[in-house]
Every structure is written in C-alpha cells, then in structure tokens.
C-alpha cells in the first residue's frame, strides 16, 4: 500500500467541493461538516485503531522500539497504556461511542513471539473494544494460535467474507457483523481476499471477495430494521474504496491493512481526508476512515444519524499519540511483568549501526534494510554450502537470493541494534530455504513483480521482492511487443546474477539457479513464486534467527543502496530513496495514472488532471 502540485479552475473541482465537503484534521476539531437538520438522531463517537500488530510498547518513527535518543526528543508514539489513557479520556467525553479495529493488533513484536496473542488478547479486553474484525496477520501461527487468541476475546470477531464451511470450530467464534441494540447500529466485518495468498491460512478455510458478502449483510440487517451500518475493514484504503463504490446502505468503512494516515494533507505520511467520501451505488456518501499503523494515532469520529439512518454531521480526525499522553498506571505494571520475562534478552546489544536502515522504497527498487535483510541471507546460504562441501556433502552454490518486502516489517535505527530491533524488523516464523529455479521462472517471477501479477496463475503480486547477489532494471510502463522473437519478459530491461568470479553475467532462459529465499515465497506467498512440490529445496535456518547471527558476526553495519533494481519507468523512476518513500507515503506508488486501485470513475473524470488536482482541492477546504 501506496502529487504534483498545479493550480486549476476545473469544474471538477467545485463539484467536489460542494458535494463532497470533507472532514481534514489532526485534532478532534480540525474541521466540521454539518447540514442543517430538523429531527433529531444519533450522536455517535467512533473510535478506532488498525494495525497495531502488538506493539505494547512505545515505538519510535521505523515501528521499532524506542531508543533513548527518541525518548529525550519525543520521538516515541503509541503504547497500548497510552492507548488506554486516551480511549478513557474519548469515552468520558461522549455520551455514545464505539471502540472498534481494523485488524492487525495481533503480531510483530517480542510480546507476541513470546505469548503469541495472549498478551494483545488480555489488553484488547481491558481496553474494551467493542467489535474486531480479522487481519492477515492474526493467521501467521496457523489456525490453533488463531483459535485461542479468539477464544480469549471478549468482544465480538465479525468477518463475512471467509468460508469456515470445512473448519466449522473456527468459525463458530467468528459472526459476519454484530448488532449493538443500545445505538441500533449493525457492524459488519470483511478481510482482504487476498489473505489466502499472503498468509498460512491452511486448507480449512478460503476467502471472498467481500463486494457481495458486504451486500448481503447489509440487506440483512436492513430486513431487521437495522438502518444504521458501519463495516470494519482489513482489505485496504483503495480497495474500501471501490467497495463503498459498488454496495448500497452502508455509512461508514472504518478500515485496516493498507497502514494509511487519513488527516492532515500537509502531513508527510498523508495518503488522503479523513473521512474520505465515496458516492455508493445509490449516490448516497459512504465515510471511509483508517488510523495509520503501530498504534501511532487513534482515529476519532463524532457522527450525528437522522432518524433514517443517514449520517448528517461528522467531525474528527485521527490523535497522535505521543509523549503528552501518560500511560495509564495500572497497565503500565502490568506491562513491566510482561516484558521482565524476556528484557535481558531483548535488550541485548548484539551490534551497531552507523545509521538508521529504513525501509524508504522497499515497494519499488532495493532499500536499505532489504540489503542488510539479503546480505544476511545469502551469506548464511553460502556458509552452510562450505560447511557441508568440507563435510563431503554435495549442495548447490547459492547463486542469488530473494525477500518478498512485505516481510519486512520495520527498520533498525541508528545506534545500538538490540536483539528486538532485529526481531522487530524480522517477527515471523520464516524459514530461509534454497531451492533450484530455471532461468526462465526467474524472468516470469521478475515480470510478474515488475506488472503486478504472476504470469502463470494470473493472480496478483501483493509484494514487491528485495534481492541479493541478482540485479534488474524493469520499466513497468513498457508495452510487450507482438514480435514472436521478442523477450518474453518485457518490462524486465536487464537481468543479471553475480557469478562466484563476481562477474555479472545475464540470465540464461535455459541454466539453472539455485536460490536462497523464504519458504513462505517458496509455497507461493504474495503470488512471487507459483506453488508446487519442490522435493530439491534445502530448509536452511529461520530468516529472524539468521538476522540476528549476520549483525552479531558484523558487529558494525552501514545502510547502502547500491541499484541493483533500477526503475526506468512507472512509479519511482528517476527518484532517490527519500523521494521513492515520500511517494509511496502518499499512496502514489500504485500505477502509471497515478489513481488508487479501486478509486471510483467519477473522481477521475472531475479530475482530470489526475489525483494531486483532487488532493488541491480537499486541501482547500482547510484554509
């Protein structure tokens, strides 16, 4: 998940601006909309969160944990005991509310190796939410993990678009919406249909896309004289887009997984106004809403129904969380137990960076941490081939390796790299494996990456790789030739492989390559590889434990990008890193028109000069 700045006087514009007239703020109070009302309604506050994945603690601005150079100059966002604080301090304010999420609270840090979920379960208790819905996340363990962490919630887990038929115990804790009689809301869940694909969901359970799930329900709760509706999303900004899009009755998508800060547009991390409006298929305003990620921000929605169900007041924005918030006391120890189970261990300084390794462009060429995440990989699949060369044994050379960037979840700072900087950075259960592909299933797996969608099973690739010991330049915008004789991989403008003479040789269609990459790629995640028996593949080490060896082993190590993939065309040619993460921060990594998947025709056609024309003009609201 991920403008040019022009003045113009199209009419588009002020259509927009009187027909949608958007909610943009940082505060509570950043901005209001109101109609004129006769009846009176609902008062609402929705609070929400998405995407936490477990960061009990404080974490600076990599989603890491805080150094005392972030801490002395506030640097330091989230924590659940600050979470707590705030949500009483919301709650107390209102009258009505609701505290919902997005997904994703469950994984990514220590507490949750540790506990897998018990932790993120207790807390999402005490902190009373009132409805969750399912992220890709909550399945890293498999079903068994999943089915505890369920099971020890005390709030409703709504999601309707998952097939539990063939795991009817599974599915018995999870209901496709909830009712909440009080308010006379219904809340609906869904999840990306894509979970399946980047998650080891197993072979009980498959997902849908949740167009008609989403439908159904809302027909359902509307027959049961439900007029108020409001989805909790894991599906993405762009795709609760088109959803709102193409269903009928729903007010309000409070959303999860694309980790996108809806708020303030002069904010670097802006990815769009908060609430976004989007015309249903009735011309009605469905509201989409999102938090960011990490629990950096609280998302905090007043809305006022009318007696028919139809949201006619809003006001909110998402709060920052930061060092002016204390952590509520209580939470606070019971945190400090938590964590004394493992703080030797994960406070460990195993090694020292000169600088911080980001993941700025890690969505469209090689970034820093995705190097170090390569290096370490392929220099442990090259020790092993020593080790088992001087033991007799006869093993392939580890030509290459690759990371799907999507399991990379969060830099290492500056300073002293601490054993939970590396598990933070590296929280699954990957196994680095080393298996033979032709030169050919390369070219397809690097097209594949380079068009967004694999070429043999023609589903898409929801992540793009990081390399080592390979380079490739690729042009996505690049149209393929009706030649016969012309490459079959076109949008792939060179591709190489570093020999053991540290000669950059092509790729042959016809050799053989042995790789060394995860097993999650290897059985088909994010659609890279195609999955299928691969009886030659070696199990090597797991990815997080290899990390942590290749920095203690270094001692010293300095983020580098070197180009070893080059965009030449598409989204983040001819940027450096920070303009790359600047882009991408903003959503605009998406396609060549710059528009989000998903975003409805109506909004381009008022803005033909693309999105950053329609950005201008949500942000002229705000003056």
């Not at 940082?26 to 009846?39: E, G, I, K, R």
């Not at 995407?51 to 002395?72: F, K, M, Q, W, Y």
């Not at 995440?373 to 081939?385: C, E, K, P, V, Y």
């Not at 001087?390 to 580890?398: D, F, I, K, L, N």
Request: overall charge negative; some cysteine.
């Amino acid at each position: 998940m991920r403008l040019n700045n022009q003045r113009s006087k199209h009419s588009g514009l002020l259509r927009l601006l009187l027909a949608t007239t958007t909610a943009l703020l940082l505060s509570t109070s950043f901005n209001t909309h109101v109609q004129a009302q006769t009846d009176t309604g609902l008062k609402i506050t929705i609070i929400h969160t998405n995407d936490i994945h477990s960061r009990v603690d404080p974490a600076n601005e990599l989603g890491t944990a805080c150094t005392a150079a972030d801490i002395s100059v506030g640097n330091c966002y989230g924590g659940f005991a600050r979470h707590k604080t705030l949500i009483q301090k919301l709650r107390a304010a209102r009258e009505n509310s609701l505290l919902l999420d997005g997904g994703d609270e469950f994984q990514g840090t220590l507490y949750y190796s540790y506990y897998k979920g018990n932790v993120t379960s207790e807390i999402m208790n005490e902190l009373g939410y009132d409805a969750t819905t399912i992220g890709n996340h909550e399945w890293d363990d498999g079903v068994e993990v999943l089915k505890r962490f369920w099971g020890k919630l005390k709030m409703p887990v709504v999601c309707c678009n998952i097939d539990f038929s063939k795991n009817p115990e599974l599915g018995k804790l999870v209901k496709p919406y909830t009712i909440f009689e009080k308010y006379g809301i219904g809340v609906i869940g869904y999840i990306t249909p894509t979970t399946g694909e980047i998650a080891p969901t197993g072979p009980t359970v498959s997902f849908i896309d949740p167009v008609a799930p989403v439908q159904k329900a809302i027909d359902e709760l509307t027959a049961k004289g439900y007029k108020r509706i409001i989805a909790v999303s894991h599906n993405g900004y762009e795709s609760d887009m088109e959803l709102a899009a193409k269903t009928r009755g729903l007010d309000l998508i409070v959303g999860g997984h694309s980790h996108s800060y809806l708020g303030d547009p002069k904010s670097a991390l802006y990815q769009g106004p908060y609430p976004t409006l989007i015309k249903n298929l009735d011309g009605e305003d469905t509201l989409i809403v999102q938090a960011y990620c990490w629990g950096r921000f609280i998302g905090n929605l007043d809305i006022e129904f009318n007696p028919e169900g139809k949201i006619i007041s809003y006001a909110g924005g998402p709060v920052l969380v930061d060092y002016s918030i204390p952590g509520d006391p209580t939470l606070l120890k019971k945190i400090d137990v938590w964590r004394s189970g493992f703080e030797a261990w994960s406070k460990k300084v195993i090694g020292l960076a000169s600088d911080s390794f980001t993941m700025d462009g890690c969505d469209t060429r090689d970034c820093s941490i995705g190097n170090l995440f390569n290096d370490a990989i392929l220099s442990h699949a090259r020790q092993a081939f020593d080790v088992n060369q001087a033991a007799g044994m006869t093993t392939p050379w580890p030509d290459f390796s690759i990371v799907n960037s999507d399991g990379i979840r969060a830099g290492i700072p500056k300073g002293d790299v601490m054993v939970e900087n590396v598990v933070t950075s590296s929280p699954f259960e990957d196994y680095a494996v080393q298996l033979p592909l032709t030169g050919q299933e390369i070219l397809d797996m690097l097209e594949g990456v380079a068009v967004g969608k694999n070429l043999e099973t023609g589903k898409a690739v929801t992540s793009f790789i990081q390399v080592g010991g390979l380079r490739f330049t690729y042009d996505s915008t690049k149209q393929a030739s009706n030649d016969a004789t012309s490459s079959p991989a076109p949008h792939i403008i060179t591709a190489e492989i570093e020999d053991r003479t540290k000669i950059w040789r092509p790729i042959v269609h016809s050799q053989t390559y042995s790789v060394a990459t995860l097993d999650f790629v290897m059985a088909g995640g994010d659609s890279i590889l195609v999955e299928k028996p691969r009886p030659d593949a070696i199990t090597l080490k797991r990815m997080r434990e290899i990390l942590l060896a290749y920095v203690e082993t270094q001692k010293n190590i300095t983020p580098y990008v070197d180009g070893r993939i080059k965009v030449v065309g598409g989204p983040g040619a001819g940027t450096d890193e920070k303009e790359v993460a600047a882009m991408k921060e903003r959503s605009y990594l998406k396609n060549s028109e710059g528009w989000l998947p998903g975003t409805p025709g109506y909004l381009k056609r008022d803005f033909s000069e693309g999105p950053e024309q329609m950005h201008r003009a949500y942000a002229l609201l705000r003056r």
